[in-house]
């Protein structure tokens, strides 16, 4: 026999168990078959030479993963790769049906996302044209496909190629990138953080659905009010009978195998939604982080015939209240949120997608971003616009974890088209994100764009349009979609939820900036002010300021050779997007007295500069509530090995400035810093009661003498900021030889400390480091044991070409104190010695006295 017509029989045999143990297993009338698992093959689109593909996938990582392209990540290889988004392609796989396949009223296949321009080929007929990435698309395949072998091509085409037709076809020119013509993620176009590598690909599942008679098309339940001892919930179904006559059925809605309410449902032909209440006595409520426990409860739903149940499924609710408050006061107006009815200071930053590639982000990759986000005591991410909207996995985790997300619309830095096809497009995909994300508490704002309101007005965006008619008509289609069509779609689907148009409304040159809504302050950066001016610059909210810094160099060994190591190497300057990247950190390092000659010696200044300037800003917006009520930084995380604004590099390596986050959003925290030369302690607490605690302040040498200041039993406030403490700096003799330390002390059992070190971080005196450390292993990492002889600033430690996660790093260890810290790491002890190493302050004091004697 054949053997190619042997692999074909056993292929279609497996593929028919597979849909019958599918079929058999739902106990419904319905079966769904995964069409991931099958062989699919890609090509050029028109070629004939076809290669292995992994769905979902993109077209990158199958051309790498085939060995046709190197590893776009390494070096400068992006630039080599730009002919792949410029390119058409297409994907092929077959897939069988028999006889009892064809006894279901409806058969569906089903794409849960296509990036993005696509066209839909079964056994030659064109069933489907997608032209968004972020929507589902669902296509009737009864009259296109027969019994035996059916063969499924989808074919798409360039989006780069695409956005040149459709920008030359609009006549008129629209403000801001590449990407803004079509519903696809900005950032593949390139960002000042990302590169650009311009993916196709059927990003998300596919698969066949097979149903008769009721198709349940969504359901939700969400918390309508909470009113002393009970909440009000509300439970939402849209249900499409194909049934010519009415259907009377029963829904069903159980807690622990307990049936707690019921509906009786007379549905007829075609698709009708239907809600109810039901009260909660006594609800555990769902708290963010920091606050208290983010309780969930499981319901089940059915919905049942006499006969039959048609559908069954689980729902996680978490019950709460949230509210984003804009109010007019003596000064601008107000924006904080409200949970449970709690004013919030919001503690967090900005999350982008996790990699250039959107199929390699792993559960488990969400799973350590938003543990690291929830061990830096956050409370709050804002998914920002020019990503895409993240998988259901990242929503659970977050409302495990509670952690709130401000939701951006995915818009950002454009104007986008006004025409009748693409409203409907962007309300489609609108309704279709509402409706699945509405159902998790951690959803705490919708935001209709990134910085376009901002753009428009001062950016010189309007003044680009000599024509007035023509300005007129392009603002218009921006209060089209962001006044109007999104927060109705939001008004309908998920009216708990709040909405706002753009974030901000005003931009950072502006004065409004600071006293209404929320704030992007760039100054610090862009503008190269000095890091000072964010003790002056404090919005009601702070939803963007950065600064960037270097990765680890284990990061950088996924992008060059160490025979390629140097300050500013070709392969290093690809993976700095930012145009004046280099140029603004020398700046900075130079204020702070740094001129750093080696690649370990760039690394940690930067980070360390990093987590000064960010963490002066996180701690002075603080201080400021009730006038300021969150600090969003930018950014949480990296989509490749980049220099960025990230507190954690690309695999996963914290910075120095997640460490300084962690302590500046500790729900009980204590922070010293030096303002208009007065040296300031404030007092933070998150918690709903007020606690007392015992304050002492002490000046110590870095030769070991101590010099106690002061020591006092302080109460702190609930939900509160304040400054307990401030004395002038010109009270202590010249800085460079000690530092500040404030401790804040309860029951002898919470202990939290900060530090303040007057002075330029270069310019401290400090003595020679001697560090003696040891190492242990302990369940899934090891323990570090340092101890010295003398004090030791801010020490780093890191593994030569491994990521690895340390409980705590750049630390200050004193004579005779032994610190234990734990890392976290897969590799084999002797592997970890050999890679194990660290870098101190004192190290590049008494490396630039050297170098400056050498002279």
Request: with cysteine; proline share 4%; aromatic share 16%.
């Amino acid at each position: 026999m054949d053997s190619i017509f042997l692999k074909r029989y056993f292929f279609f045999l497996t593929l028919q168990v597979l849909w019958g143990l599918s079929c058999h297993a739902s106990g419904f009338e319905s079966k769904k078959t995964d069409l991931c698992n099958l062989k699919w093959e890609f090509s050029k689109t028109n070629s004939s030479a076809r290669y292995l593909a992994r769905v979902p996938g993109t077209i990158h990582t199958d051309l790498y993963r085939d060995g046709l392209i190197p590893d776009p990540f390494f070096a400068c290889n992006e630039k080599e790769l730009q002919w792949i988004g410029q390119t058409d392609w297409s994907y092929h796989t077959h897939f069988y049906l028999n006889e009892n396949d064809f006894s279901f009223q409806n058969l569906e296949l089903v794409f849960e996302g296509l990036d993005c321009f696509a066209e839909v080929i079964l056994n030659g007929h064109n069933i489907l044209e997608a032209n968004n990435m972020f929507r589902e698309w669902r296509v009737d395949i009864e009259p296109f496909v027969e019994i035996g072998g059916n063969f499924l091509e989808v074919r798409f085409f360039s989006a780069l190629n695409r956005f040149l037709a459709d920008s030359a076809a609009l006549g008129y020119p629209l403000p801001g990138g590449r990407w803004n013509l079509s519903r696809k993620a900005a950032y593949h176009f390139g960002w000042d953080w990302g590169p650009t590598f311009i993916t196709c690909g059927i990003w998300k599942p596919v698969y066949l659905v097979a149903y008769n008679g009721i198709k349940v098309e969504d359901a939700s339940i969400t918390t309508q009010s909470i009113v002393h001892d009970t909440a009000l919930l509300k439970c939402e179904i849209t249900v499409f009978s194909h049934f010519d006559k009415e259907i009377s059925t029963k829904f069903e809605l159980y807690f622990h195998g307990n049936l707690i309410s019921n509906k009786d449902l007379n549905i007829e032909k075609g698709s009708h939604s239907f809600e109810f209440d039901f009260p909660v006595v006594h609800p555990q409520l769902w708290w963010c982080n920091g606050l208290g426990k983010p309780y969930l409860y499981e319901f089940e739903l059915s919905l049942k015939t006499e006969k039959k149940e048609w559908f069954h499924k689980n729902i996680r609710v978490g019950i709460r209240n949230i509210q984003l408050v804009l109010q007019p006061d003596s000064i601008g107006t107000s924006f904080y949120f409200k949970l449970n009815g709690v004013p919030v200071f919001m503690k967090g930053a900005n999350y982008i997608p996790s990699h250039s590639f959107l199929t390699e982000t792993t559960n488990s990759d969400y799973e350590r971003l938003l543990r690291n986000a929830k061990e830096a005591n956050m409370n709050m991410l804002r998914v920002w616009g020019g990503g895409v909207y993240e998988r259901d996995e990242f929503y659970s985790l977050a409302d495990e974890m509670g952690i709130l997300i401000w939701q951006d619309f995915m818009f950002a830095c454009a104007m986008y088209p006004g025409d009748e096809e693409f409203f409907q497009n962007v309300r489609q995909e609108a309704i279709e994100q509402v409706r699945r994300l509405r159902n998790h508490p951690c959803l705490a704002l919708w935001c209709g764009n990134n910085e376009i309101d901002e753009a428009w007005h001062n950016w010189g965006w309007r003044n680009q349009y000599q024509n007035s008619k023509l300005r007129d008509a392009v603002w218009s289609h921006y209060l089209n979609l962001f006044h109007r069509l999104l927060p109705a779609v939001v008004h309908q689907y998920d009216p708990g939820t709040s909405y706002i148009p753009s974030s901000p409304r005003f931009g950072w040159g502006r004065s409004q900036s600071m006293v209404s809504g929320d704030s992007h302050y760039w100054g610090v950066w862009w503008g190269q002010q000095p890091f000072e001016i964010l003790l002056q610059k404090i919005p009601r909210f702070m939803s963007e300021f950065g600064f960037q810094s270097m990765p680890e160099i284990s990061t950088i060994r996924k992008v060059q050779p160490p025979e390629a190591d140097s300050l500013f190497s070709p392969q290093l300057r690809c993976h700095q997007k930012c145009s004046l990247g280099f140029e603004i950190l020398s700046v900075y390092l130079e204020r702070e007295g740094f001129s750093p000659q080696t690649l370990e010696e760039y690394i940690y200044t930067t980070q360390l500069v990093q987590a000064k300037g960010i963490g002066l800003g996180l701690a002075a917006q603080r201080a400021s509530r009730p006038h300021c009520m969150g600090s969003l930084f930018w950014q949480l995380n990296d989509c490749w090995p980049v220099v960025s604004w990230s507190s954690m590099d690309f695999q996963g390596n914290r910075k120095a400035l997640f460490y300084k986050t962690r302590q500046l959003f500790d729900p009980i925290a204590i922070e010293t810093f030096i303002h208009e030369q007065e040296v300031k302690i404030f007092l933070f607490s998150d918690l709903p009661k007020d606690i007392k605690g015992t304050l002492t302040f002490e000046m110590r040498y870095y030769t070991g003498k101590l010099v106690p200041i002061l020591q006092a039993e302080v109460n702190v406030s609930a939900n509160s900021s304040s400054c307990v403490y401030s004395v002038p700096l010109n009270e202590f003799q010249q800085v460079g030889d000690y530092l500040f330390v404030a401790t804040l002390r309860f029951d002898d059992s919470i202990i939290r400390k900060a530090y303040c070190l007057p002075g330029l971080l270069s310019q401290q005196n400090l003595p020679e480091a001697h560090l003696l450390t040891s190492i242990r292993r302990e369940n899934d990492g090891y323990i570090i044991s340092v101890k010295s002889d003398v004090f030791i600033a801010f020490i780093q430690f890191y593994l030569k070409e491994s990521p690895a996660e340390f409980s705590d790093n750049f630390i200050h260890v004193w004579p005779g104190q032994n610190v234990e810290i734990f890392c976290r790491t897969s590799l084999p002890e002797q592997e970890f010695q050999r890679q194990f190493s660290f870098f101190t302050l004192n190290e590049l004091y008494r490396i630039n006295l050297n170098r400056h004697e050498n002279k």
